[in-house]
């Protein structure tokens, strides 16, 4: 479990400092980009080529590309990594950005129900 934290907070700590992603207005918004991205970013690690049919994906899409060259750069390690321990090390990098960014926010414009 120590591994995972120490491998996470750096990857946390870019996201939360040069992604624009994780700003959106509406907690819902979020919570789609946050699992659209890091969902496409995994697959595109593990060497998987991520499904981009809709204008969403398309667009998730791209912001996992530029995502995915950033944490191969600057985290060399995650290349020596197998498929299922960054598929997990993803899983809890996604609960972790989600409770950043939406469910222990104290924005409260997040949860505006006429947004």
Same mark, same amino acid.
């Given at each position: 479990?120590?591994?995972?934290?120490?491998?996470?907070?750096?990857?946390?700590?870019?996201?939360?400092?040069?992604?624009?992603? =994780?700003?959106?207005?509406?907690?819902?918004?979020?919570?789609? =980009?946050?699992?659209?991205?890091?969902? =496409?970013?995994?697959?595109?690690?593990?060497?998987?080529?991520?499904?981009?049919?809709?204008?969403?994906?398309?667009?998730?899409?791209?912001?996992?590309?530029?995502?995915?060259?950033?944490?191969?750069?600057?985290?060399?390690?995650?290349?020596?990594?197998?498929?299922?321990?960054?598929?997990? *090390?993803?899983?809890? *990098?996604?609960?972790?950005?989600?409770?950043?960014?939406?469910?222990?926010?104290?924005?409260?414009?997040?949860?505006?129900?006429?947004?």
């Amino acid at each position: 479990m120590t591994d995972t934290i120490e491998k996470i907070d750096p990857l946390v700590d870019y996201i939360m400092k040069n992604c624009l992603w =994780q700003f959106n207005s509406r907690g819902w918004d979020r919570l789609k =980009q946050n699992a659209g991205i890091l969902s =496409q970013t995994c697959e595109i690690l593990c060497g998987e080529e991520p499904v981009h049919e809709t204008a969403m994906d398309r667009c998730y899409w791209v912001d996992a590309v530029i995502l995915s060259r950033a944490f191969k750069a600057r985290f060399p390690w995650l290349l020596a990594m197998t498929k299922p321990e960054i598929k997990s *090390l993803f899983k809890a *990098l996604h609960e972790k950005i989600d409770h950043l960014t939406v469910h222990g926010s104290l924005n409260t414009e997040l949860t505006v129900p006429h947004y």
